[in-house]
Structures are given as structure tokens and as C-alpha cells.
T-cell receptor
């Protein structure tokens, strides 16, 4: 069965600094990988996804993530944090084939300090 | 373009009461899911459906039942609510990308 580990339940960065949120996955077959963002008291919004093709994927709001098969990682980055980036971020994995449900990590809360 | 609609948005139940959460989609997706979100636990799958008339258990199914009598609706039932079921519940549908509803915040006192 697939699983996701998000390193760091809470990450704090200064405004303008690099954002790096870590995600490692476990999957026996090729995965589809996702990052979602959740703002306070709201639902989940898709930031970006990796299915096939280019391993560096760009998403909304300036975020990007790189699929590294050798490291089983899918870390989320943004060059310069903005106050509006403060939210909870979830990494999720499903299998490329079949109807396996999406499995989520436990989430990382990002705080941005002025 | 409603997408995925969850009702109700908020509910307070007393221990032992029952209720049904409704998830309705207008995208004609086959797959539908119910997740619960708890602090520090991420989202955990309760039950899911791969098509009309089908249901399957997820990671945390105990205390819940589901039905998918119509393709566009996926119902989540709590027969006898417990305080441990206080949570935020999210419904989702899927083609390649999952689309989530806005959630139902349930408190069991």
C-alpha cells in the first residue's frame, strides 16, 4: 500500500524567504503525486500534480515540485514566501493504475513572518 | 458550476443521535470518496465508491455507513454518533484530479 510522510508538522519562514515543504512517498508502482493547500476554515485546493512526463511541475501561486524517483520525494518549493501563503499543505499519493484512493500525508502548517 | 456540494455545512449532534451527510456532484464522475480531517492526522479515508450501487471501506470505516443509490449522490451515515466522530468531513470525486467539497464540520457532544 502506498503512504506519504511529510517532514515537519509546522514550518515557519520569513516573508521573501524560500519555502521548502518536504514530502516522501512509498509506492510499489508508479505513483501520481499531488500537493493541496487548505486555507483556514476552507476546503482543499489543488496546487499541482505529477502524473507522467516532466518531473518538475509548476503549480498555482508560484509553487513548484520535483518528482525524484530515486529519492522517492516530491518536495514543494516557492522561491519567495508571501504572507498569503500561510496555510496548511498536504502531500498525497495514488497509483497510476487502477482505482486506488488518494492517500494523504498528515500535513504541514506554513507560517510566514513579516 | 457547483462541482461537489456537501450538506449540511455545520451540525451539532448529541451522543447517540444519527444523521446523514449528503454529497452531490454534477460532473458525472464514477468515483466518490468520504474523508475525515482531524488536527495532526491529515485526511483519512472513511468509505469510497467506484460507481453507482458500489461501496468499499477505507482506512477508518467503523461507525459509518454509506450508500450510492444514484451516481450523483454519495451519502455518509452515522447511526449512533460518538464524540470521537467530531471532525470535519470532506467528500471528493475523481477523474484524474480529485475535486473536493467545502466540508461539513460536525461536533458530537
Amino acid at each position: 500500500a502506498q503512504s506519504v510522510t511529510q517532514l515537519g508538522s509546522h514550518v515557519s519562514v520569513s516573508e521573501g524567504a524560500l519555502v521548502l515543504l518536504r514530502c516522501n512517498y512509498s509506492s510499489s508502482v508508479p505513483p501520481y503525486l499531488f500537493w493541496y493547500v487548505q486555507y483556514p476554515n476552507q476546503g482543499l485546493q489543488l496546487l499541482l500534480k505529477y502524473t507522467t512526463g516532466a518531473t518538475l511541475v509548476k503549480g498555482i501561486n508560484g509553487f513548484e515540485a520535483e518528482f525524484k524517483k530515486s529519492e522517492t520525494s516530491f518536495h514543494l518549493t516557492k522561491p519567495s514566501a508571501h504572507m498569503s501563503d500561510a496555510a496548511e499543505y498536504f502531500c498525497a499519493v495514488t497509483l497510476a493504475s487502477g482505482n486506488t484512493p488518494l492517500v494523504f500525508g498528515k500535513g504541514t502548517r506554513l507560517s510566514v513572518i513579516a | 458550476n457547483a462541482g461537489v456540494t456537501q450538506t449540511p455545512k455545520f451540525r451539532v449532534l448529541k451522543t447517540g443521535q444519527s444523521m446523514t451527510l449528503l454529497c452531490a456532484q454534477d460532473m458525472n464522475h464514477e468515483y466518490m470518496y468520504w474523508y475525515r480531517q482531524d488536527p495532526g492526522m491529515g485526511l483519512r479515508l472513511i468509505h469510497y465508491s467506484v460507481g453507482e450501487g458500489t461501496t468499499a471501506k477505507g482506512e477508518v470505516p467503523d461507525g459509518y455507513n454509506v450508500s450510492r443509490l444514484k451516481k450523483q449522490n454519495f451519502l455518509l451515515g452515522l447511526e449512533s454518533a460518538a464524540p470521537s466522530q467530531t471532525s470535519v468531513y470532506f467528500c471528493a470525486t475523481r477523474e484524474v484530479v480529485y475535486t473536493f467539497g467545502s466540508g461539513t464540520r460536525l461536533t458530537v457532544v
